[in-house]
């Protein structure tokens, strides 16, 4: 059973960092890409980071770029983000999702199995 775990989420001020962690099991972890998508109350799901695990090559949403870096523990089959310089319209329930295809694009219809989000708060 493909199961994915988010954890990490919590209240931090802006500038600050946080670190997400995706926990994973149940597939071929080098061969699968993970996502991390997120959703700020009223808007859409939209794509943060995407990494394909078979070459380790990485997909940014643009309002990210530069800030934030995703990066996948083989040994642990977990993949974590690293969010830097954080701001208030990062606030949104985070989610992290496999595509099993490995592709790691950021079209969310690619990723079959999500895991059950954690909350980023950014304060002012």
């Known amino acids: 059973e493909v199961q994915l775990q988010a954890s990490g989420g919590g209240l931090v001020q802006a500038g600050r960092s946080l670190t997400l962690h995706c926990e994973t099991s149940g597939f071929p972890f080098a061969d699968w890409a993970v996502g991390w998508f997120r959703q700020a109350p009223g808007k859409g799901r939209e794509a943060v980071a995407c990494?394909?695990?078979?070459?380790?090559?990485?997909n940014f949403g643009h309002s990210v770029r530069g800030r934030f870096t995703i990066s996948s523990d083989h040994a642990k089959s977990t993949v974590h983000l690293q969010m830097n310089n954080l701001t208030i319209e990062d606030t949104a329930v985070y989610y992290c999702a496999a595509d099993r295809w490995g592709t790691g694009t950021s079209k969310k219809s690619s990723y079959d199995y999500w895991g059950q989000g954690t909350q980023v708060t950014v304060s002012s």
């Open positions: 990494i394909a695990n078979n070459d380790g090559i990485t």
